[in-house]
């Protein structure tokens, strides 16, 4: 691994476990597909859901305006590990809090910029902080304690290797 190219970040680890074992990849996108699936049972397909008018505002567009920044999972499932990538671009390394608790991953992390500019008369001065919290519940039973995570060019990377007992094995047929 080129150490110039790559950041690592530390991943903690706790021994709570989390109580409603529910998966939170997009949450957003999961508050959508409920809302279209209550209106559809309540009006019938015959009915047009709301929330596909196109002068209706989706969820996303609402977080986007109110500046809350959800990061794009991915979670790939390989043999031997679990391989968990964010897109987090602005954020860095110091600014990312890493736990694993049992199956449960929480990836934090915050940004702050200022921006001052006096020409004359004229004087301006922006600052704008945002944070997220993503959690995602792992396919699989991982060791904490080998668990790694780089940042390269705005890009989260998380290798988790699974315990033995989590590893996909193969079942022939007789």
């Known amino acids: 691994m080129d150490t110039q190219t790559k950041e690592n970040i530390p991943v903690t680890t706790g021994k709570e476990s ?6 939170t990849l997009h949450p957003v996108a999961d508050m959508e597909r409920v809302f279209d699936r209550v209106l559809d049972r309540f009006f019938g397909q015959r009915w047009p859901s709301l929330a596909r008018w196109s ?13 809350i920044r959800l990061p794009s999972l991915d979670v790939v499932d390989r043999d031997n590990e679990i391989l ?7 954020i860095d390394k110091k600014d990312i809090d890493i736990s694993l608790t049992d199956n449960l991953l ?17 004087h ?23 668990a790694s995570a780089t940042l390269k060019d705005g890009v989260l990377e998380i290798t988790l290797p699974k315990l033995e007992s989590s590893k996909r094995r193969s079942i022939n047929v007789s």
Do not use: C, W
């Open 18 to 23: 989390h109580a409603s074992g529910l998966s």
């Open 55 to 67: 002068n209706f505002p989706r969820v996303n567009d609402l977080f986007e305006e109110m500046e």
């Open 84 to 90: 968990v990538r964010a897109e987090i671009p602005g």
């Open 106 to 122: 929480t990836i934090k992390g915050q940004s702050s910029s200022e921006k001052k500019e006096e020409k004359g008369n004229y």
């Open 124 to 146: 301006r001065q922006e600052i704008s902080r945002s944070s997220f919290a993503r959690s995602v519940t792992l396919p699989g039973a991982v060791d904490s304690s080998k």
